[in-house]
Nanobody, 121 residues
């Protein structure tokens, strides 16, 4: 039903910037929460940042002050602007959207396919 398409990953030098995007389609509702997770090789997936429909944001301590999450409701798209990138930021980045229970629908959670971000020293 709901499809998430991610883009914008790539290779960047330490200290540089990169923006990843995720567009959601297939739902009559606007996502209640949109977020980004990341997973490095051999490590568990972790929450990087999230944003609610009301604009409230939450960031992992490791990215505070460097990353900015935003959303375009007209396009059902969430963005993650990454600046001052570090090699430790290298990971596969996954988009996630959450829909609250409403109108007979249960709570729903969906994942994107992932986009790779590589930060070189």
């Amino acid at each position: 039903q709901v499809q998430l398409v991610e883009s914008g990953g790539g290779l960047v030098q330490a200290g540089g910037s990169l923006r990843v995007s995720c567009s959601a389609s297939g739902s009559i509702f606007s996502p209640d929460v949109m977020g980004w997770y990341r997973q490095a090789p051999g490590k568990q997936r972790e929450l990087v940042a999230s944003i609610t429909s009301g604009g409230n944001t939450n960031y992992a301590d490791s990215v505070k002050g460097r990353f900015t999450i935003s959303r375009d409701n007209a396009k059902n798209t969430v963005y993650l602007q990454m600046t001052s990138l570090k090699p430790e930021d290298t990971a596969d980045y996954y988009c996630n959207v959450l829909y609250f229970q409403r109108s007979g629908y249960p709570v729903r959670n969906y994942w994107g396919q992932g986009t790779q971000v590589t930060v070189s020293s």
